[in-house]
């Protein structure tokens, strides 16, 4: 393994620990990680272009954005209101 793939593995890693802290805030977020993770593990190759041009950074600012927007809708009473972002 390249040190590139092992620095982009320590570093998903680590934000997913981050967010394992409060995962009724993070579902999203951690989804998103959990996911970039298994194309890191089984397409190496394939992570650069999948993760490259901001596209992680775009997913888990809208993971971040929907398990906020779903967790202030729950504690206001609301239903479902990640089905508002689709």
């Known amino acids: 393994m ?3 793939i092992i620095n982009a593995e320590k570093y998903l890693s ?10 009724d805030l993070h579902r999203h977020t ?5 996911n970039y993770l298994k194309i890191l593990k089984e ?4 992570y ?3 993760a490259g041009d901001r596209s992680l950074q775009h997913a888990v600012l809208r ?3 929907i398990s906020l927007m779903e967790y202030l809708g729950a504690l206001r009473g609301l239903k479902r209101p990640a089905e508002l972002m689709s």
């Open 2 to 4: 390249s040190e590139e």
């Open 14 to 23: 680590g934000r997913l620990a981050e967010c394992g802290n409060r995962p």
């Open 30 to 34: 951690i989804a998103v990680y959990n």
């Open 43 to 46: 397409r190496p190759g394939d």
């Open 48 to 50: 650069a272009h999948e």
């Open 63 to 65: 993971g971040k954005r």
